[in-house]
């Protein structure tokens, strides 16, 4: 019989998904049932850090993300946590056997958001892997359940799409990252003279690592495949969208997908993978 105490964490997990994200919570609900909960409890905890980094501008955000950092790595020594989302986290490290190499490696990532305003090659490189990537590898677990020659095998393009959809946020929120957080990701970039040049580059290297990924996402179990390809989906026409604005319009505009559009896209990947085209 489950504990009300892992029930109250499952449902702050999954409200968390939903409230920050319609596109990733219509990607979860895609999944097949036993994953849309271990999957909420990666996001609740990735998301949960990201704001303290994010928006808690009238907080100590060091001590906070410290403080977050140090409960994390109780929770799972300790098999519970007083945090809903902590506790939720937890129990999916535990039953999927997420390394706390990447666990460590997102809070690398969060650490470098509080003091760096500018990237280099090798500390964009860092951050991508921290930041994205590694939340890749966190779903893998959950969706091999356990079959570490899958894990293996679809490593490298668990990493890929994560690596993608970052970027692709990045170059979405590239104008309230630098007036907002003082941040610009990309190497070599700057805001105030943002270049088609600097884009078609950028592009250049989302567009690879999304077509790399799309071979991994066919051999994904099928309990997992779909949603994830309704993830893949929408971020590659975000992108599109991206890709068909000029530089000048991305420095001053956040691209959207309108809802409406969203699930008109769901509806249509829902009969296609009905028909078994997907």
């Known amino acids: 019989m489950m504990h009300l105490h892992d029930r109250c964490g499952e449902l702050t997990s999954i409200m968390m998904a939903k409230q920050y994200s319609t596109s990733f919570s219509l990607g979860i609900r895609m999944l097949d049932k036993p994953l849309r909960f271990p999957i909420s409890a990666i996001y609740g905890f990735t998301r949960a850090a990201d704001e303290i980094v994010d928006t808690f501008h009238d907080y100590d955000k060091q001590a906070l993300l410290g403080r977050f950092k140090k409960e994390t790595y109780l929770a799972i020594d300790e098999g519970i946590s007083t945090n809903p989302i902590l506790h939720s986290f937890q129990r999916i490290v535990t039953r999927y056997n997420i390394e706390r190499e990447v666990i460590e490696a997102f809070f690398t990532s969060m650490e ?11 500390d964009y490189n860092i951050y991508i892997y921290g930041s994205a990537e590694v939340v890749g ?37 590239i104008q309230d990252d630098a007036e907002d957080k003082g941040r610009v990701y990309f190497p070599g970039v700057s805001f105030d003279n943002f270049t088609e040049q600097d884009k078609e580059i950028i592009e250049q290297d989302i567009q690879r690592e999304f077509d790399e990924s799309l071979e991994y996402i066919k051999r994904l179990p099928t309990s997992a495949r779909f949603g994830v390809f309704v993830a893949y989906n929408y971020y590659q ?14 420095a001053i505009q956040r691209i959207r997908i309108p809802n409406t559009r969203k699930f008109t896209m769901l509806g249509r990947l829902w009969l296609f993978n009905q028909l078994g085209a997907v």
């Open 112 to 122: 470098m958001d509080l003091h760096k305003s500018t990237y280099t090659s090798e």
């Open 137 to 173: 590898l966190m779903c893998l677990s959950v969706f091999v359940n356990g079959n570490k020659e899958m894990y293996n095998d679809l490593l490298y393009g668990a990493k890929m799409l994560g690596s993608a959809f970052q970027k692709v946020n990045f170059l979405r929120d």
């Open 237 to 250: 026409r975000l992108f599109n969208k991206i890709k068909r604005t000029p530089a000048s319009q991305i």
